[in-house]
């Protein structure tokens, strides 16, 4: 589900022409729809109702103080994975009691500034880890709320950058050593209080599959920790996918059923496949989805500034580059890209969108097949909103876009475009 389509020959986000953002603000520009980021939280609430749950929305996807206000507002929790997007969550009017942090290397500040603040739990991927916040906490006189997170050796079928559940991989431990861990962390580490039991396999699982697997595997051992030690919750980790392949006419999942190419999945069929094998556990479940609240809900908009018709190719150059939305080149990310502007005629060109950058890898699509398009045009890449501008960077000493989030007819600037001057703060000739 999406707000973004075309209305009188012209790209809208909600009620706000895209065209006329553009050409306000600049680009490259983030847009964000409201609407749909509240759709989504709201959907994903709905078919989780029968169990006692909490989403905590994944912010390294989208952590705009805007977009965890929204979240925030609507009852969400979040999931963390550094000190700072603690921060901006409690800048952002949320709540850290609602809050697990997660990730392999957390730091003594980190550790210190979670429990001064009472998140909800930090869930631990080693047991290294575990002595050393059980020692932390020790030493500030405090008792932290741990879980441990498994790493239940499934297959999560998605790209290799971002399976996360496989033995191979840097997270969690190992399905057959987490009841001893747990008999360790119980007789050994008295600053400890074990509060559940984590997992999360990987991120664009576009199948149901994967996530039954895990679950049935690992529901049983999560019974076994509840008897054992009384644990209050199970978190199933994020990762639904989105369909990057969406249409602008009807926006609903439902289009997908007509398209053989892509099959996304519905927040209807993952609920229906693993709510009854959690009902029966009678823990709290919680879920950290962050691109399937926030990937369909964001345009990247960006400039065509020259053609060039090589010998083998036709590039449209265009102002946004890797550094603004890595996606493309990092994961293969295919992106939608679409003129402002409605086009008069289905007439396409088959060509690379690229960036500015000094960069063979600087792309936003290869070979793809777009409408024609003029310097001067605008485009918008479609479902850019979840690791966009979280993963965007200074390179090639670019200022960061601008961020708009689109409310109804309303659009407010809730990051302004870095200037040179920002790009160079803090920075010294010794
Ligand atoms: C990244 C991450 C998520 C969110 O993944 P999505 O695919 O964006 O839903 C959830 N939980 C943890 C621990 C993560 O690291």
Not at 78 to 95: N, P, Q
Not at 155 to 161: F, G, L, R
Not at 208 to 215: G, H, K, M, N, R
Not at 268 to 293: K, S
Request: proline residues 4%; hydrophobic residues 40%; glycine residues 10%.
């Amino acid at each position: 589900m999406h707000s973004f389509r075309y209305t009188q020959g012209e790209l809208f986000a909600e009620n706000v022409s895209l065209q006329s953002l553009a050409e306000q603000h600049g680009t490259p520009l983030y847009v964000y729809s409201k609407a749909t980021i509240t759709g989504h939280f709201t959907r994903l609430d709905a078919a989780l109702g029968q169990l006692d749950h909490l989403i905590c929305y994944a912010v390294k996807a989208n952590s705009n103080l805007a977009v965890l206000s929204t979240i925030a507002k609507l009852g969400g929790g979040f999931d963390i994975v550094s000190a700072g997007e603690l921060y901006r969550v409690i800048k952002a009017g949320g709540d850290a009691s609602k809050c697990t942090f997660a990730g392999v290397g957390k730091t003594r500040d980190e550790i210190v500034y979670a429990l001064e603040q009472g998140v909800y739990c930090i869930n631990a991927e080693s047991e290294a880890e575990l002595r050393y916040i059980n020692q932390v906490a020790g030493e500030i006189g405090k008792k932290a709320p741990v879980a441990v997170r498994v790493n239940p050796n499934v297959d999560a079928k998605t790209h290799a950058k971002i399976t996360t559940g496989k033995s191979e991989n840097k997270f969690g431990i190992e399905f057959e050593n987490i009841l001893e861990v747990y008999g360790r962390v119980a007789a050994e580490m008295p600053n400890l209080q074990i509060k559940g039991l984590q997992m999360h396999i990987g991120s664009q699982l576009t199948s149901v599959d994967p996530f039954v697997e895990a679950v049935k595997k690992v529901v049983p051992l999560v019974q076994e920790v509840k008897d054992k030690y009384g644990i209050q919750f199970f978190s199933i980790g994020g990762g639904i996918g989105i369909n990057y392949k969406q249409s602008l006419d009807s926006g609903d999942e439902g289009w997908w059923q007509e398209n053989s190419e892509v099959h996304p999945l519905t927040v209807q069929a993952y609920a229906e496949a693993v709510v009854p094998h959690l009902a029966p556990l009678g823990l709290r479940i919680l879920c950290e989805p962050g691109r399937f609240m926030v990937g369909n809900a964001g345009v990247l908009l960006t400039k065509v500034l020259y053609e060039k018709r090589g010998a083998a190719k036709t590039f449209k150059i265009v102002d946004a580059g890797m550094n603004d939305l890595i996606r493309p080149t990092l994961y293969e990310g295919w992106h939608m890209i679409t003129p402002l502007k409605q086009p008069a005629t289905d007439a396409v060109e088959k060509v690379d969108v690229v960036g500015p950058i000094c960069e063979t890898g600087d792309f936003l699509a290869q070979n793809r097949e777009i409408p024609l398009v003029n310097e001067g045009d605008y485009l918008a890449v479609l479902s850019a909103g979840a690791y966009g501008f979280t993963m965007a960077s200074n390179y090639n000493t670019r200022p960061m876009p601008a961020e708009i989030l689109v409310d109804g007819d309303k659009a407010t600037v809730v990051r302004e475009r870095q200037t040179l001057e920002d790009v160079l703060k803090g920075e010294h000739i010794a």
